[in-house]
């Protein structure tokens, strides 16, 4: 089920219908780059991400994360198995700052941890929208 308008909504407010269809994909197009940039940045310097980790198992936390970030947002870029994707994601993101930036009494970790929070809820938007008209999901 797509939350995308209805045929007879389309003709009823086109200019309306296109907005959400162009804001769908945008909003798509903009949140999967930093997902995809920090598994490309996680691939090109392993041991930066290793060395920066409190996992028992650094390696393999590492291994997870860059699958799950170079699949899931390739996923959101071309509109595929969209809603798994970002929930994965969001569930990945909120994760992060629980593990990651749990130090809430630093101004920066704070900052980092309201910021995970945020992206989180963006994505979970996703989850309730779907990936829109412009979209392998779209049938």
């Known amino acids: 089920m797509n939350a995308s308008p209805t045929d007879r909504e389309r003709r009823i407010d086109p200019f309306s219908t296109a907005i959400a269809d162009g804001t769908q994909l945008i909003g798509r197009l903009v949140i999967a ?21 409190s996992l028992p198992a650094p390696a393999v936390a590492l291994g997870a994360a860059i699958l799950t970030e170079m699949i899931c947002g390739s996923l959101l870029v071309i509109g595929y198995r969209t809603r798994l994707a970002a929930g994965v994601l969001a569930g990945f993101t909120l994760m992060t700052a629980a593990m990651s930036h749990g130090n809430l009494t630093e101004s920066t970790q704070f900052a980092m941890f309201w910021k995970n929070l945020a992206i989180a809820g963006g994505l979970m938007q996703i989850v ?12």
Do not use: H
Request: zero cysteines; aromatic letters at 12%; a neutral charge.
């Open 33 to 53: 780059p930093m997902f995809l940039l920090t598994g490309i940045a996680a691939i090109s310097d392993p041991q930066k991400f290793i060395a920066s980790s």
């Open 128 to 139: 309730a929208v779907g990936a829109g008209r412009w979209s392998v999901d779209f049938n």
